[in-house]
């Protein structure tokens, strides 16, 4: 079986490095015959990754990545001009920056000397803010040496309470369902432990609501590999099958500068995952 898939990509339209042309250009060198774009709260990138993806003969799956309680969602075949998607979207764009907003304050307040205007110019073409942004600016400002220090020693332990309150999975899968999407749980490893001690109560109620399929392939740390002494992802995998989901995986590649070790080409799918994704859109 020829792994040659990446369905878990991000470009500078979230918070990764590349452009989605030079991303495609990449995933071309790596030789790779299909991909997804799968920005946070984003199909901004997707026209012009469409454009470079024809130009180089890969295949572009649109993709999104929606942040809710408690996990991320994934987006994948969803109408992209669809009007609840497309509000869903800009409405989380709205509280992923006033979020960001309140995690400057804090870093104020700590006599960290950030601007709103320095993050915002960081952000850019994306037209929101995502603490990564911040993260950078502390870098080249000297107060962390990496993205995992800004977030560990700061970033993590500033409070931010929102007046509205994250987006309800249920919600996140009915409207990428209702734009004719399929849904896929991301990265179910970083789950936290309370979803990870029920992870098969957890799946099957996200199935309930109309979960497609979970991630079962990509980066992950030793140390999140095992949990209650058992083979995590071994477990999920058992899952999957059991209740009729889809497996899906890739890199989630930021861009080597912000996640090293999530490298694009080496944490690929076998098509044969999209063609089974195909089929049950049909």
């Known amino acids: 079986m020829i792994y040659n898939t990446d369905l878990h990509l991000h470009t500078h339209y979230s918070d990764g490095v590349l452009s989605p042309k030079s991303l495609v250009e990449l995933a071309k060198k790596r030789k790779l015959q299909a991909i997804s774009i799968t920005d946070h709260d984003t199909t901004d990138g997707l026209r012009e990754g469409s454009k470079a993806a024809k130009e180089n003969k890969i295949e572009l799956i649109n993709g999104v990545e929606i942040q809710g309680l408690g996990s991320e969602i994934l987006g994948y075949f969803f109408d992209e001009d669809n009007n609840s998607l497309q509000s869903l979207l800009e409405n989380q764009k709205k509280q992923r920056t006033k979020y960001v907003l309140k995690k400057i304050e804090g870093l104020n307040d700590l006599n960290i000397d950030i601007s709103i205007d320095e993050v915002f110019e960081k952000s850019k073409p994306a037209d929101y803010l995502l603490t990564t942004y911040v993260a950078e600016v502390m870098i080249e400002k000297g107060y962390v040496k990496s993205i995992q220090e800004a977030f560990d020693k700061y970033l993590r332990k500033i409070p931010v309470k929102l007046e509205e309150s994250p987006l309800r999975l249920k919600k996140i899968i009915g409207t990428i369902k209702d734009a004719n999407g399929l ?17 098969e109560t957890f799946i099957i109620k996200l199935k309930k609501y109309g ?7 990509g980066y992950i740390p030793e140390e999140l590999k095992t949990f209650e002494n058992s083979d995590f992802m071994e477990t999920i995998k058992i899952i999957a099958n059991k209740y009729d989901l889809l497996l899906s995986g890739g890199s989630d590649f930021h861009g080597e500068k912000i996640h090293p070790d999530n490298i694009l080409g080496k944490y690929n799918i076998p098509y044969d995952y999209v063609k089974k994704m195909k089929e049950r859109l049909i």
């Open 183 to 199: 849904c896929i749980l991301p990265h179910p490893w970083y789950l936290k432990p309370d979803f990870k001690y029920e992870i």
């Open 211 to 217: 979960l497609d399929g979970v991630e079962v392939i």
